[in-house]
């Protein structure tokens, strides 16, 4: 089993820049991927990022790709979401996943993470 934590979440104004971190513990070297989803209140949990464990290869959501950076520590055991110019539309709860199948290339389908963190609270004011 793998546990995900995240952290970093808050309330913050449009425009500023917040970092998410998710540590994963337990059987760690059984998961390739870890990435970032996020569901905002009434719709549906999006694809954001995610990256290699290994190779460090990253993919993004378009919404995401001009603001925001995923990356990991250098044992690939913690990864960070560094959130820049903060939407009021970038509020929702956030959550890591880990994928235990896809080795080099991430996915962005929900259906293929196998592990869930419980989600951190992001909401960016106006």
């Known amino acids: 089993q793998v546990q995900l934590v995240e952290s970093g979440g808050g309330l913050v104004q449009a425009g500023v820049s917040l970092r998410l971190s998710c540590a994963a513990s337990g059987r760690t070297d059984s998961i390739y991927i870890m990435g970032w989803f996020r569901q905002a209140p009434g719709k549906e949990r999006e694809f954001v990022a995610a990256i290699s464990r290994t190779t460090g290869n990253a993919v993004y959501a378009d919404s995401a790709k001009a603001r925001f950076i995923i990356s990991r520590d250098n044992a690939g055991n913690t990864v960070y979401l560094q959130m820049n110019s903060l939407k009021p539309e970038d509020t929702a709860v956030y959550y890591c996943?880990?994928?235990?199948?896809?080795?080099?290339?991430?996915?962005?389908?929900?259906?293929?993470?196998?592990?869930w963190g419980q989600g951190t609270q992001v909401t960016v004011s106006s």
């Open positions: 996943a880990a994928d235990r199948s896809n080795v080099y290339y991430p996915s962005k389908i929900r259906a293929d993470y196998d592990y």
